[in-house]
């Protein structure tokens, strides 16, 4: 049986994996019943979630589904900073009537969710945050399984390519939700997803656009500079069959956003979310961190979401956020691909 090739995608349109809710088998499985790729999201669950969302979303198409995995980050040993970080968090914890949560480190579950991998073969498995050892990727096309490395750089491309990697997801500075640096406490590169495409082209790896795209004439000018597909997040927060939460899915066509910012202020890493009181008040107090920093603030940016306020939680976004529109996913993929039939 041959691999799943992203070339043979009747519709270029991959829709990204979200964690922390949007990416559902439900949203997966239409993206691909509608010609693209729909993903599922393995950063911050279990794998026996992971698994059970895999076969959910089986059950709803007979088309290829990819899952995303966060490679495990070095941790921030610098207890005083994270400590006085959570003396900053206080009040936050205070106004929504939570205890702060507990600093610590988590691999995510990464030999668990390798194991359901290697278990229930996905047709594409994306790694973001890292590069995965050349023995992993070994045995994941030993598999039968087509890989993916997430890049933000030509130097990250370039090891990616030598590990023999299926496929590059070329990361634009536009990009929504969580920089892929392979630096945990690098900021992301400023270099325009364009020329970041056509330097990776060197590299002779297909590669996947990603960041900042939400229509189909930025699908167009991506493919003509050279990419295999597109691959949009922020696109299907909006999607009817989004996990999205109420009070994401209100900010996102709120006036009173205007404008995003790269911040590691909910997760000790830089990510790019609407802007904030939460983000004006601690982006200059944030530390690195991650996963640290997410277990710290967890129970502040839950308690806010729960209480309808936008203004204490994390709000993921890509810089064309406005650009997204509250319909089924079959027909936002229709609408990506409509230029390129």
């Known amino acids: 049986m041959s691999r ?3 070339q043979d995608l009747r519709c270029p349109v991959i829709a990204a994996p979200m964690a922390a809710g949007p990416s559902t088998p439900k949203l997966a499985a239409a993206v691909t019943n509608a010609g693209g790729l729909g993903f599922l999201a393995g950063g911050l669950v279990s ?3 992971l698994a059970d969302s895999l076969s959910e979303a089986r059950q709803l198409t007979s088309g290829p589904i990819g899952i995303n995995l966060f490679v495990p980050q070095p941790v921030n040993n610098n207890i005083a900073e994270i400590q006085s970080y959570a003396a900053a968090l206080a009040p936050e914890a205070e106004r929504y009537g939570v205890v702060l949560g507990e600093p610590r480190y988590h691999d995510d579950d990464w030999a668990a969710k390798l194991d359901v991998v290697y278990a229930m073969k996905p047709d594409l498995v994306s790694f973001t945050f890292g590069l995965p050892g050349a023995d992993l990727l070994a045995r994941i096309r030993a598999a039968g399984i087509t890989s ?27 990009a929504g939700g969580h920089s892929a640096t392979f630096d945990p406490v690098a900021p992301p590169p400023n270099q325009p997803l364009e020329d970041l495409l056509a ?12 960041g900042g795209l939400a229509t189909a004439p930025d699908l167009d000018r991506v493919l003509q500079a050279g990419a295999v597909a597109g691959q949009f997040g922020t696109a299907f927060l909006l999607a009817d069959e989004a996990g999205t939460s109420l009070v994401h899915r ?5 006036a009173r956003f205007t404008r995003t910012a790269v911040t590691r202020a909910f997760t000790g890493r830089y990510a790019r979310a609407l802007r904030n009181r939460f983000i004006d008040e601690h982006d200059a107090q944030a530390v690195a961190g991650f996963p640290n920093v997410a277990f710290l603030t ?11 306020d936008p203004q204490g939680t994390s709000l993921w976004a890509g810089t064309a956020f406005r650009q997204a529109c509250a319909e089924p996913a079959a027909e936002i993929v229709a609408s990506l691909a409509s230029l390129t039939a």
Do not use: K, N, Y
């Open 250 to 254: 209100a900010a996102l066509t709120d």
């Open 298 to 308: 967890g129970p502040v940016l839950a308690a806010a979401a729960r209480s309808g």
């Open 148 to 174: 993916a490395v997430t890049v933000t750089s030509l130097d990250e491309a370039q090891r990616a390519s030598a590990s023999d990697v299926d496929a590059l997801i070329v990361q634009g500075p536009q």
């Open 199 to 210: 330097v990776t082209r060197l590299c002779d790896v297909p590669a996947i656009a990603a």
């Open 4 to 6: 799943f090739a992203i």
């Open 47 to 49: 794998a026996q979630t």
